[in-house]
């Protein structure tokens, strides 16, 4: 059973940054791609990032393109989302999720099988 785990979340002005962290315990062999969704109050979740095992395939949605970066640390079982010059629209809950067969980093959750808890990021004007 693969447990999910984010941190990395907070309070940051507008222009700032912060790095999230998703941390895979247990099967974690087994995870491929993972995605990062975040979710808005009042807003249906939505895809932000995601990253191939490999790392060599990204993908990411329009808003975060240029700003967001996803990376992965395979022999630490930790996925990235460093997040840049944010705003405050970026402010959600953010989760990470694992598909545990071979796949692309695809944009929709049902792809995804395990998902973590969630951060709260919080984008101050």
């Known amino acids: 059973q693969v447990q999910l785990v984010e941190s990395g979340g907070g309070l940051v002005q507008a222009g700032g940054s912060l790095r999230l962290s998703c941390v895979a315990h247990g099967g974690t062999s087994n995870i491929y791609s993972v995605g990062w969704f975040r979710q808005a109050p009042g807003k249906e979740r939505e895809f932000v990032a995601g990253?191939?095992?490999?790392?060599?395939?990204?993908n990411y949605v329009g808003s975060a393109k240029g700003r967001f970066t996803a990376s992965r640390d395979n022999a630490k079982n930790t996925v990235w989302l460093q997040m840049n010059n944010l705003k405050p629209e970026d402010t959600a809950i953010y989760y990470c999720a694992a598909q545990t067969r071979p796949n692309y980093p695809h944009s929709a959750a049902g792809w995804y099988e395990y998902w973590g808890q969630g951060t709260q990021v919080t984008v101050s004007s």
């Open positions: 990253i191939s095992r490999s790392g060599e395939a990204t």
